[in-house]
């Protein structure tokens, strides 16, 4: 049963405009929300992050929006760049402990 | 110094021979964790350290064993390895254990073949 879903396997983005990538939950425990940036034979990178008392939180061109009622998050990034192409993953964890993942979002921004 | 750092950055190794991979941080975090992440799929956790002791094991086969010798350093023997077993290992490490608002910070990952 995954509790943590992306539902898009992958998203093509031109430079400069907004990329939105989506995640869904079902563990209403859930309380802090993760976003990570995976290059290819690398480790996941943490991005940003946001708490289940919050629906926004903002960092430079990432910002990411919560809907609890909707177990619903999004990033959001602007302008997209070409550097920003990965594989995106949404995380929840319920009070700090195990992470889990979503299956990941390929972004592809093209110039 | 605010990375995790893992070695070797690949292993082959064959289905009897025993292996280790090395985790360390220099964060102070109090958690560490091991990872396996198969092509295509999101990581997936298989055990977490609190303050240099196991907390939670996913029903890990025992082929994997975790050690924690101390706070900046992060074990994983293998032993008779399956060719199923092959995958990326990552590795990760947070401020604190069980606590809210728990960023884990990931190392670049051990890619394991099992022959």
């Known amino acids: 049963d995954q509790q943590v879903k992306q539902n898009s396997p992958s998203l093509s983005v031109q430079e400069g405009r907004i990329s939105i990538l989506n995640c869904d939950y079902t563990?209403?425990?859930?309380?802090?929300f993760l976003w990570y940036k995976k290059y290819p034979a690398e480790g996941p990178t943490f991005l940003i992050s946001?708490?289940?008392?919050?629906d926004k939180n903002e960092d430079g061109r990432f910002t990411v929006f919560l809907n609890k009622s909707a177990k619903h998050l999004s990033l959001h990034i602007v302008p997209s760049q070409p550097g920003d192409s990965a594989v995106y993953f949404c995380?929840?964890?319920?009070?700090?402990?195990?992470?889990?993942f979503g299956a990941g979002t390929i972004l592809r921004v093209k110039s | 110094d605010t990375e995790v750092t893992q070695t070797p950055k690949h292993l082959v190794m064959g289905m009897t021979n025993k292996k280790s991979l090395k985790c360390e941080q220099h964060?102070?975090?109090?958690?560490m964790y091991w990872y396996k992440q198969k092509a295509k799929k999101p990581p997936e956790l298989m055990f977490v350290?609190?303050?240099?002791?196991?907390?939670i094991n996913e029903s890990v086969p025992s082929r994997f064993s975790p050690e924690c010798p101390n706070s900046s350093l992060l074990n994983l023997h293998l032993h008779a390895l399956q060719p199923e077993d092959s995958a990326l290992y990552l590795c990760?490490?947070?401020?604190?254990?069980?606590?809210?608002?728990?960023?884990?910070?990931f190392g670049p990952g051990t890619r394991l073949t099992v022959l």
């Open positions: 350290y609190s303050y240099e002791k196991l907390s």
């Open positions: 964060m102070g975090h109090r958690a």
């Open positions: 946001i708490s289940s008392i919050k």
């Open positions: 990760a490490s947070s401020q604190f254990p069980s606590c809210a608002y728990n960023e884990q910070f």
């Open positions: 995380a929840a964890t319920e009070y700090g402990n195990k992470l889990v």
């Open positions: 563990n209403s425990m859930f309380d802090y």
